[in-house]
């Protein structure tokens, strides 16, 4: 996305993806302007695409500051798209005031999903089928949480088949704290991505993160008594990973 001038394309120049070119075709949809035929329609916003057979496709997000919808384009290239529609008609679940940002979507089991953010409330999905290029949204549910940002998820299909999704978990501290640290926000964990037997997204975190487990140290039957504390004196670190079975015996 081109601040103020519309969708554009940037090519890798480079396996490692250091050193970029941008296209001279770029913009490839310029932002409307007021005045202009398809102003209101869509603004060339936050974009995403895809490729159908011989069909580029592209979703472009539905801008926070002029509450634009999210549309769709396609075309026989991705520097030749044309707008098709509004791409997300029966949205029912969003608040006023929120959009549709940073589209990411995909097919997941028997169901195609868009995964986005809202600007007020961070990372969300809607599940759904993509039908003569419609897509039609049967739910909706978010993935943040109390306190916390899961911001601009990105996902893809590794060789596996696994769909793998990273986002941005933003720092809620106050900004010239941010400023004096020198760093803000982590990446997630990445996750795996699946849909359960009852059409309900299943989260889990990658086997991989299993080879960053060192130094296991396991307890059992210990009894942690009322308004006292029990150290482990050998169980310490900077990140530690706790699995624990509790049997409260009458506690609250």
């Known amino acids: ?37 398809d102003y209101g ?43 098709v529609s509004r791409f997300l008609d029966n949205d029912r679940w969003s608040q006023p005031g929120e959009d549709v940002s940073c589209p990411d979507f995909f097919k997941i089991g028997n169901k195609n999903m868009l995964l986005c953010i809202s600007h007020m409330r961070g990372a969300r999905y809607f599940l759904g089928r993509w039908e003569n290029e419609h897509f039609i949204a049967e739910s909706h549910a978010r993935m943040n949480w109390p306190g916390g940002a899961f911001f601009v998820p990105e996902t893809l299909l590794d060789d596996k088949g696994r769909r793998i999704v990273w986002a941005w978990c933003m720092d809620e501290r106050p900004q010239a704290t941010r400023i004096a640290s020198g760093w803000s926000g982590v990446m997630s964990l990445p996750r795996v991505l699946t849909l359960g037997s009852d059409g309900v997204l299943q989260i889990e975190p990658v086997e991989e993160l299993k080879q960053l487990r060192f130094n296991p140290r396991a307890h059992q039957n210990l009894t942690v008594n009322s308004e006292a504390d029990l150290p482990l004196d050998d169980i310490r670190g900077d990140g530690l990973e706790l699995a624990m079975e509790m049997q409260p015996d009458g506690a609250s």
């Open 1 to 37: 996305h081109g601040v103020d001038a519309g969708n554009c394309i940037a090519l890798a120049q480079d396996d490692k993806l250091i050193r970029w070119k941008k296209s001279p075709s770029n913009p490839i949809v310029h932002m409307p302007k007021p005045g202009e035929p």
């Open 41 to 83: 329609k869509y603004d060339s916003w936050d974009p995403h695409g895809w490729l159908e057979g011989d069909t580029y496709y592209s979703i472009f997000g539905g801008n926070p500051g002029t509450g634009t919808q999210p549309a769709l384009f396609k075309g026989p290239a991705m520097t030749r798209l044309h707008f």
